[in-house]
Nanobody
Framework: QLVESGGGSVQAGGSLRLSCASS????????MGWVRQAPGEDREGVAV???????SYADSVKDRFTISKDNAKNTLYLQMNSLEPEDTAMYFC????????????????????WGQGTQVTVS
């Protein structure tokens, strides 16, 4: 029910936009966010948006990444600017019920619904 796209390879300083298409029931009622996992590392919650529109970001991506939603398309986006080699990871879209974006950023790694992931490589 969550399908990511938009990953790829880019040079440091470049930009990418990830997309996550979802079903209406998930999109309308749940918090949705992005989690990344680099080889040998734990999953890291990157950004999340509450169904009401409030977003929260990890400190490592704040001011560089922007999470947004297109209500007409039931699609979640992650605009990634000023990419760094440290951003290299598999990026997953995730969704679950939550009370707030701040709380969801902490629990994002344990969300119930996941996409298949899309690879982002920054060199």
């Amino acid at each position: 029910q969550l399908v990511e796209s938009g990953g790829g390879s880019v040079q440091a300083g470049g930009s990418l936009r990830l997309s996550c298409a979802s079903s209406g029931s998930i999109y309308d009622t749940m918090c949705m966010g992005w989690v990344r996992q680099a080889p040998g590392e734990d999953r890291e919650g990157v950004a999340v948006v509450h169904s009401g529109g409030i977003a929260s970001y990890a400190d490592s991506v704040k001011d560089r990444f922007t999470i947004s939603k297109d209500n007409a398309k039931n699609t979640l986006y992650l605009q990634m600017n000023s990419l760094e080699p440290e951003d290299t990871a598999m990026y997953f879209c995730a969704a679950d019920v939550c009370n707030s974006a701040t709380e969801a950023l902490v629990s994002l790694r344990y969300f119930a619904y996941w996409g298949q992931g899309t690879q982002v490589t920054v060199s």
